[in-house]
């Protein structure tokens, strides 16, 4: 595996590794792997002959009051796990790279962008799609890989493929949780075990929101109202928003006839987690 911090190293690389008609996979990632980043890899190694990974904790897409500089950086153990998962190329660029002095151009997915987690962190989404179609632009890829655990942002990434014409096809791989349920997060290691217990209340706030609908509850009013009752019973746990949507336009249902994408968000402690289920008939 080649390690490539400038961008024009990276772009040289990929040119390179997609001669000979290769299809080239992309992961962009932000470190502090596990299972649910390793995932994808595994789906990317599948579908393309050469894979290309990105380890970028990016800044644009942090509010000034959250956790950029705390965020979990374990760059050397993120090297071996991609290594072994046959990752030929790692892009893992500095800020400065990423940001020449002076940048002032971002790439907006309007509205998409203001809703589920963008409400709560305005700024958020913009951040992401900046970053990600700068990333597209420097490897190229023919295919990219995304989890469903970050739900709002494979709708807005789709979105900003087909706008901005970008010609990746985007592939989104099933969230990969622990044994009890959590869905796994680089942000699960700032949890206490107390914590840990706590956040279980997000997938099964989610489980019980399905079990209504297996029954035949097909009104969101109803299935959310289920699903925000099961955070009453866990008073440490701060919701932020359950919410059950349209899962391309993320504008709310009022009842479930299509797919509908269930998606929470709260507060453990200081940690905000999220967590979603697609419903469908
Ligand atoms: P991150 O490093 O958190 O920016 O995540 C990088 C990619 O991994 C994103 O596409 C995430 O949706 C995906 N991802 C993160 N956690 C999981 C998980 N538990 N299961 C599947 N994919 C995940």
């Known amino acids: 595996m080649r390690v490539l911090e400038t961008i024009q190293q990276m772009r040289s690389s990929c040119e390179a590794a997609r001669q000979g008609e290769k299809r080239l996979g992309f992961v962009p990632t932000m470190g502090a792997l596990h299972e649910g980043h390793l995932s994808l890899v595994r789906a990317a190694k599948a579908r393309c002959q050469v894979v290309a990974a990105s380890i970028f904790v990016n800044p644009t897409q942090f509010g000034p009051n959250e956790d950029f500089s705390k965020y979990p950086r374990s760059f050397e153990r993120d090297q071996k796990l991609l290594e072994k998962e046959g990752v030929e190329l790692l892009f893992a660029p500095s800020v400065e790279e990423m940001y020449p002095e002076g940048a002032v151009t971002f790439v907006t997915v309007e509205g998409l962008s203001e809703r589920l987690c963008g409400k709560s962190r305005p700024g958020h989404f913009r951040g992401v799609t900046t970053v990600v179609s700068k990333l597209f632009h420097i490897t190229q890829p023919d295919l990219a890989f995304f989890g469903q655990k970050d739900a709002a942002q494979v709708a807005i990434i789709r979105r900003m493929v087909l706008d901005l014409n970008l010609g990746v096809e985007i592939v ?58 099961v955070f009453s019973e866990e008073p440490s746990v701060r919701l932020d928003y359950f919410q059950i949507v349209n899962p391309e336009t993320l504008e709310p249902v009022e009842s479930i006839s299509a797919p509908a994408l269930v998606a929470v968000a709260a507060f453990v402690g200081g940690t905000r987690l999220i967590d979603n289920i697609v419903l469908a008939n």
């Open 172 to 229: 989104v791989c099933p969230i990969v949780r622990e044994a009890d349920g959590l869905a796994m997060s680089s942000r699960n290691a700032y949890l206490s075990q107390q914590q840990r217990r706590s956040a279980l209340v997000l997938s099964r706030s989610l489980a019980q929101v399905k079990k209504l609908f297996e029954q035949g509850e097909r009104c969101a009013g109803k299935l959310g109202a289920a699903g925000r009752q």
